[in-house]
């Protein structure tokens, strides 16, 4: 997973349109890439690092910690709605902003526990995201300083980054601090820490003098903006928030515009069927209607032909009533020869034809015996299998014209019995 955290620099008014920003990329490979830009080159960042986009992306935002009250509160409940529900009321007493104009994020809620929040004003929240919005960015993940930098119960964690304010941050488990750093020493011996960390820079050797017990103190040398990218990161692939790093995104302020892998995948599913399945109902009307424009074609073509043929004839009304008196016309007369007559011709001629010709016109001769049958066919070398199977059927079968057209040959056949 790679992490992208911004942490903005001057942090007096997040309103402001030329909020400067601190970045950390850190990806998969564990490469570490830093940079600084105001928020007109949101966009600029983002265009010219695609690679970024390759792989499954956090992008997150670091608040200083003064922006954002941590507090544990112990809400009465058997239920986590039911605590949930009491949960701005427990907090109230807590704050001196109205209850209706601030933000409230909460970690994991466990009846019988103290529910660990962090509130931030409405406000001001949405004025830091507003930056990230107006450069077409979806933040995944908003925190503070004192959450990604919160330990164990008997751990105190210190952030001395002087490069970006004068102030140094202390945090403990419930509870953090940005005090003058002349009033380092006494809030340390106020906490009586077993572990003391330091981040960005070390206690000088008078402030360890000072001290009035003796805590392991560790410095981590990784650069604070860095530190917190780690952090980031770690908790956003354990999606835990145990030790208080959870997301201040939540309720009015949770992202909506990405859903879950598997939901987007299942709805994109859908959606792709859909448009198939009506692409296929579509095909199938039209074929239908092909289907059904053809059979009325040929309708009107037999019953063409028929008027051909019996130009005395009054024209069939229904398919039913011209297959009724073209089977009177074609049944031989009594007494007559039966082994050659029209409908035998007709037949052996059908079948020299073939299956791929067009008949377009019949003519028979009582008196010759012969039927003069006008079709088109599939190409000149076509008419030598005519004559070669007219020959095993028992018939003679010439060739009066023979013209191509179009892509097909329009021939005039004239067959007779051997």
Known sequence: MTTLLFSPRNAEDPAEDNCIWQWCCLD???QVTTGQVDSKGLSDLMASNPAWFESQMT??????????LRITVN????????IKQALPFALEEYLTSDIEDVHIAHGRIRPGHGVSCAVIEQ????????????????????V????????????????????????????????DAAVDRAMLVTVLNS?????????????????LGQLESTPDVLLIETAPLQHFTQRLQSAAK??????????????????????????????????????????????????????????DQRQIQNAATYQTLFPSDSPPVTTSQLKRRLANKLRPTAGGDTTQSMVDL?????????????????????????????????????????????????????????????????????????
């Open 59 to 68: 992008f997150g935002l670091v608040l200083p910690g003064d922006e954002v």
């Open 75 to 82: 809400v009465p409940g058997r239920t986590v709605n039911s």
């Open 346 to 418: 007709i037949f052996r001629t059908s079948a020299v034809l073939g299956s791929s010709a067009d008949v377009q016109a019949l003519r028979f001769r009582e008196k010759q015996m012969t039927l003069t049958v006008d079709v088109i066919i599939r190409d000149f070398d076509e008419l030598d299998a005519i004559k070669t199977r007219a020959q095993q059927n028992a018939m003679i079968v010439d060739v009066s014209d023979a013209t191509k057209e179009n892509n097909r040959v329009r021939a005039r056949l004239v067959g007779q019995y051997l």
């Open 144 to 175: 503070s300083e004192a959450q990604l930098l919160q330990e164990a119960s008997s751990e105190v964690t210190v952030l001395l980054d002087s490069l970006v304010r004068e102030q140094v941050l202390v945090v403990a488990q419930d509870q």
């Open 238 to 295: 354990s999606h835990s928030s145990e030790q208080g790093a959870f997301n201040l995104l939540q309720g009015n302020f949770a992202v909506r515009t990405k859903d879950a892998n598997l939901t987007s995948r299942w709805r994109r599913t859908w959606v792709a069927a859909s448009l198939w399945l009506c692409v296929a109902a579509l095909g199938l009307l039209a074929q239908g209607y092909w289907f059904k424009y053809q059979a």
């Open 123 to 142: 406000e001001r929240l949405a004025s830091w995201l507003q930056h990230f919005t107006r450069a077409d960015m979806t933040l995944d993940w908003v």
């Open 28 to 30: 998969q490979a564990g």
């Open 191 to 207: 906490l009586g820490p077993s572990v003391l960390r330091c981040v960005g820079n070390s206690l000088n050797d008078l402030e």
